[in-house]
């Protein structure tokens, strides 16, 4: 059962010319914010190489959704192929473009720091070059949290030094910063970076905790708490994600960076006690030590991003939780 998308909160999109490129499409984010653009009547061009680092199942339930729109294409390119990348720039010639491919997860990177360069740092180039040679008004990236490494002054700003990367896949989201400056300045591109922290919500990653998490204790198996419990994070629901990212999209502004956050820290162990209380199942804990890469805490600072997109989250982790296990149950037929 596949259900149906969130209905967003976000008012219609005002941006002129409508052709826009979303790589990363069949992702957890890509996919909201393709939903979000083709229902207002953008033409939609998705990119995703559909790798199966995670349940390609789900990828495709994702895109076949996608499909049901006549104003959407799709594309099986890995955006590290410059080659096929360029061809469907020349071709599609969109206005502007948002880049949410990337080869996620800090603790994969522990494992398999090559596929991190090609993707995040070879891919983000062709991204950019792409960008210039097609003359796009405007690229609307995704950076992480992750750049904030084990700084220890909260909440996290954008201010904040951020040189000090703990891991290969903070380190690439760091490096498209630092390209994306560059283009800005050399080619007069606009770039908006945004910076996401720990999004959850319907359709969600399988390598996430929140899902991780749900499924374990659903099949009363031991859920992994590392640095023994005492871990928080800024969860925030994908509502508001899309809601910065329309923002971005709109406003686009000139070699910018935000933080797209809750403005909220929640322990781990408080996470896992409201997904008990929706499955009604006490939680069996395997508490372990601190992973490498890993952060104890991330807090956002989300002023800037108030302020210059008018970027106001409002769902309370209670009820993201909440969202998320309904829709976990409905998608693996619970019921």
């Known amino acids: 059962m596949l259900g ?3 209905l967003m909160r976000t008012p219609s999109i005002k941006v002129r010319n409508n052709r826009i490129i979303v790589t990363g499409s069949s992702g957890f984010i890509g996919m909201h914010l393709c939903i979000k653009l083709l229902e207002n009547n953008f033409q939609v061009l998705g990119i995703d190489n559909m790798n199966n680092y995670y349940s390609l199942k789900l990828k495709k339930d994702r895109l ?18 410059y080659k096929k990348l360029n061809l469907i720039f020349l071709s599609f010639k969109p206005h502007k473009v948002i880049n949410l491919a990337a080869q996620a997860g800090v603790r994969y990177s522990i494992t398999n720091p ?3 360069i090609s993707s995040n740092v070879d891919g983000f180039m062709n991204i950019l070059e792409c960008c210039r040679h097609y003359e796009v008004k405007g690229l609307i990236y995704a950076s992480s949290s992750s750049v904030y490494g084990a700084n220890k002054k909260t909440p996290f700003s954008i201010e904040d030094n951020v040189d000090k990367p703990i891991s290969i896949y903070a380190a690439t989201k760091r490096a498209n910063e630092l390209m994306a400056y560059s283009y800005s300045h050399l080619y007069n591109l606009n770039t908006t970076g945004l910076r996401f922290f720990t999004v959850y919500g319907p359709w969600g990653r399988p390598d996430m905790a929140m899902y991780i998490f749900t499924k374990k204790i659903l099949s009363k198996k031991k859920i992994p708490v590392f640095n023994n419990g005492n871990m928080m994070r800024d969860f925030t629901y994908i509502d508001d994600i899309i809601n910065g990212l329309i923002a971005a999209i709109e406003r686009n502004y000139f070699c910018e960076i935000f933080n797209l956050g809750n403005n909220k820290t ?13 499955l009604n199942i006490k939680a069996k804990i395997n508490y372990q030590d601190m992973q490498l890469g890993d952060v104890k805490k991330t807090y956002a ?7 210059k997109l008018n970027y106001k989250p409002t769902t309370k982790i209670e009820d993201g939780v909440s969202k998320f296990v309904k829709w976990y149950k409905d998608y693996h037929n619970l019921y």
Request: aromatic share 10%.
């Open 301 to 307: 600072d989300i002023n800037l991003s108030m302020n």
């Open 114 to 116: 090559s596929a991190y």
């Open 4 to 6: 149906q998308p969130l």
């Open 64 to 81: 076949r959704m996608l499909m049901e729109y006549k104003n959407f294409k799709f594309e099986k390119v890995n955006i590290s192929n």
């Open 266 to 278: 929640v322990r781990l162990l408080e996470m896992i006690k409201i997904i008990e209380s929706n």
